[in-house]
């Protein structure tokens, strides 16, 4: 049984940062992407970063120069730093893995930045 279980979110002032980490287990496969989305109240899910399995990186412009993610394939695990943490990066942040066979997604974490 898959299972990703993400941590590290919780409430934090503006300019603060958090460090999310999103463990897998029981994929069995070769994970190809691994990257972090997140849903704010009233919007849609939204890219924030993702990684390869070569290390290639993408991020979403608002959190360029600020977030930082990385992954540990021995571990199946990928990481989310969060610099400079603004009050509109305020949502739940969602753990994905992806290859062309599957599409897995954690339960997601709550990320609160008070002003």
């Known amino acids: 049984q898959v299972q990703l279980v993400e941590s590290g979110g919780g409430l934090v002032q503006a300019g603060g940062s958090l460090r999310l980490s999103c463990a897998g287990s029981?994929?069995?496969?070769?994970?190809?992407?691994m990257g972090w989305y997140r849903q704010a109240p009233g919007k849609q899910r939204e890219l924030v970063a993702v990684i390869t399995s070569g290390g290639s990186t993408n991020y979403a412009d608002s959190v360029k120069g600020r977030f930082i993610i990385s992954r540990d394939n021995a571990k199946n695990t990928v990481y989310l730093q969060m610099n400079s943490l603004k009050p509109e990066d305020t949502a739940i942040y969602y753990c994905?893995?992806?290859?062309?066979?599957?599409?897995?997604w954690g339960q997601g974490t709550q990320v609160t930045v008070s002003s």
């Open positions: 994905n893995v992806r290859n062309p066979s599957f599409n897995y």
């Open positions: 029981g994929i069995g496969r070769r994970i190809n992407a």
